[in-house]
C-alpha cells in the first residue's frame, strides 16, 4: 500500500473556524502558551500511558497548541517561539475530530488508509492517536488529544476517560472565562 503524501485523502473542510476562532475569542482563551493548559497535557498523558499529549485550538489556517506535553518548559524551549506550538490543519488528526464533533480512536493509525499517509506518521512517528472534542452550547472549541510513537489499545475505557476530560476542561474554560471578565456562565457543557 502507497501511503504517500500524493495519495493521501484530502483533510476534511472546516466551515466552523471563524465561530470557533470568535467564541474563544470571547472566553479568553488565546493562541499562546497556557500553563494551566500545559499541566492538563501533562496530566492526560500521564494518566493514558503516552508520551505526547495536547489542548488543541484550530483555526483556519493551523493548529495552535495551547497546552502541550512535554511543554516547553520541558524541554528548555522558548514558549513563545517553540515550532511544536504549531501545525498545519492537514497535518494529525483533529481536524476530522472537529469536524465530526465526537472522540476518536485509532490503535494503530497505520492500519487504516485515510490515516496512514498523513505527514505525522513520517514526520513525527505518530503511531496511535486518541482525541476528543471541547464542546460548548456553541459548538466544537478545539480538541484534547493524545499521541504514541507506537501501537497503543485505547480501549473503551480510554475513549470514555478522554472524553469526560474534555468536558471538564469546557467547564474550566467556562469558569475561567466568568472569573476573568464575569462571563455569566449558565452553560452546561454538552453531552460529548
Same mark, same amino acid.
Given at each position: 500500500?502507497? &501511503?504517500?503524501?500524493?495519495?493521501?485523502? @484530502? =483533510?476534511?473542510?472546516?466551515?466552523? !473556524?471563524?465561530?470557533?476562532?470568535?467564541?474563544?475569542r470571547e472566553l479568553d482563551v488565546r493562541e499562546e502558551p497556557d500553563p494551566e493548559f500545559d499541566d492538563f497535557a501533562r496530566d492526560l498523558a500521564q494518566a493514558?500511558?503516552?508520551?505526547?499529549?495536547?489542548?488543541?485550538?484550530?483555526?483556519?489556517?493551523?493548529?495552535?497548541f495551547a497546552g502541550l506535553?512535554?511543554?516547553?518548559?520541558?524541554r528548555g524551549v522558548d514558549p513563545a517561539t517553540d515550532p511544536f506550538r504549531t501545525m498545519?490543519?492537514? &497535518?494529525?488528526?483533529?481536524?476530522?475530530? @472537529? =469536524?465530526?464533533?465526537?472522540?476518536? !480512536?485509532?490503535d494503530q493509525v497505520t492500519d487504516y488508509h485515510l490515516f496512514a499517509g498523513n505527514p505525522v506518521v513520517e514526520?513525527?512517528?505518530?503511531?496511535?492517536?486518541?482525541?476528543?472534542?471541547l464542546i460548548d452550547e456553541t459548538g466544537t472549541l478545539g480538541t484534547i488529544c493524545v499521541l504514541d510513537t507506537e501501537p497503543h489499545d485505547w480501549g473503551a475505557q480510554g475513549v470514555a476517560f478522554v472524553k469526560a476530560r474534555a468536558a471538564e476542561?469546557?467547564?474550566?474554560?467556562?469558569?475561567?472565562a466568568e472569573a476573568r471578565h464575569g462571563?455569566?456562565?449558565?452553560?452546561?457543557s454538552r453531552e460529548i
Open positions: 500500500m502507497n &501511503h504517500s503524501p500524493a495519495f493521501r485523502l @484530502v =483533510t476534511p473542510a472546516d466551515r466552523d !473556524a471563524p465561530r470557533r476562532t470568535a467564541r474563544l493514558l500511558d503516552a508520551p505526547f499529549a495536547m489542548v488543541n485550538l484550530i483555526g483556519s489556517e493551523r493548529q495552535y506535553y512535554p511543554s516547553s518548559r520541558d498545519a490543519c492537514d &497535518h494529525g488528526y483533529c481536524m476530522y475530530v @472537529v =469536524t465530526r464533533g465526537h472522540a476518536m !480512536a485509532l514526520e513525527v512517528g505518530v503511531r496511535a492517536y486518541l482525541g476528543a472534542p476542561l469546557v467547564q474550566r474554560i467556562h469558569q475561567r462571563y455569566a456562565s449558565d452553560i452546561a
